[in-house]
């Protein structure tokens, strides 16, 4: 290809770094810009391990940019949820039918050292500590700042991967209305550490997401690869106990997990440490009705629709964004065009997946220890095995498969009312009537194409 054009991103996060691969390896001359320093040289993110679940949807735009090798060597399997009840004994609930079926916890930094390392293998250029601070979109210049730098360049495209607080975006605005707004939730989180156990080994199952659902707030834990997890706790800003105003400094905090997640109190030496240091951390869906400037930028990943993470998709579907929009991008092609077809295409999924993942919030910190959530499951379960291909358990449509999320999302939303119908008022499955239940999945849902 001999298109003469340069693509400039901004942001070498997760999206920027894996588009940038992506874009290279098909012959684009890339130029990526990164307001932070090389994590190669200066760690990343103050040195804590922070976790992600990758999925099929990432895992599958990794294996197009030839990355899933290097990341899969540091992923640390999950198979389910284990479920931690107060007072109870912890339950694993999988996510799939087997090991084929399962999710994968990632640390973001070494993640992010493996997409770096990809794009400059495939050519791209990466500037470190290069902060987009203005653009001149009239005369086609950009204004990049850094440790005793500033500079203006010339950029023929611009793509946005500079996360929900996009400067990019915020450019862009300037010159049309976007209709940008955010929807914050009035939950945080706070993140907290697991350290290995004696020996250097993991302190509990490695192989799961661990969850402590408490109703109004909740406690989860990822392993990661150096046998440490990140424990986060989500709750309410405001309000009556327990909440970031009321448990509002360490001794607080070990009293709630006291009373609350009593088995994680042992597992976590710096508990009061980790709570006062670490940051309370802001949670919100950002929704724009436009996400480019005709050829001249376009947005995607969170700098275009930054959501809760309680689906463990805004990574994953950050990457199927890269992936579209490297898709687009033929040779000789215009860009307004590409930006168009690409916005057209994903911004149903992106809404899509918003909407899911602040279902799950509820699903994660309120249901998955009640009865009629777990009835429901294991109903969900038998269905799958009794039309397979049709009746597909929402999680695993999310989760284990490529279906448009907007599709996800309508086949759940029928399927919850095919559970509901089929087990209200039971006590167990022993009376479901299956040949209703059996014509109700043949009437409400076709089979999928994956
Ligand atoms: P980012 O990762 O935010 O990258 C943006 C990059 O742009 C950064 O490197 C930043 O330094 C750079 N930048 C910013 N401004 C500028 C500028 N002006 N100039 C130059 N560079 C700039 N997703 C999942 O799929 N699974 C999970 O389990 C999961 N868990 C999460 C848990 C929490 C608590 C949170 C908050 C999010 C979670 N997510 C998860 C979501 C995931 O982190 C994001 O969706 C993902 O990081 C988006 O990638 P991105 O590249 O768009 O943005």
Redesign the pocket.
Known sequence: MSDPRTITI?????????LATLLAQRGWTVEV????GDPRMHGYAGGRS??????ER?LHALRQAGADLGVMQQAVMMRGRMVHPLGGTPELQRYGRDDSEVIW?IN?GEL?IVLIEAAEAAGATLHFD????DVDFAAGTMR?LGEGHDERRAFDTLVG????????RARMMRMQDLGERTEWLDHG?K?LEIPPGPGGAFRIEPNALHIWPRGHYMCIA?PNDERTFTV?LFMPHEGPYPSFATVDDGPAARALFEAQFADAVPLIPMLEEDYERNPT?M?GTLYLDRWHLDGRAVL?????H????F?????????E?CVALADRLAPGVEFADAYAAFAAERMPDAAAIQHMALENYIEMRDRVDDHDYRLQRALELLLQERHPGRFVPHYAMVSFMRIPYSVALARSELQRGILARATAGLASLDAVDWAALDADVRARLTPIAD
Do not use: K, W
């Open positions: 901004i942001g070498a996060g997760l999206a920027g770094t894996l810009f990164e307001r932070r922070i976790n992600l679940a990758l999925a990432g916890s973001r992010n290069r902060r987009l601070e990049v991967a500079d996360g929900a607080g996009s400067t990019l989180y993140e990822l986060t951390g949670l995607l990943g969170d700098a275009a930054a959501m809760v993470p689906h463990g998709q805004g990574m994953n579907c950050a990457f964004d």
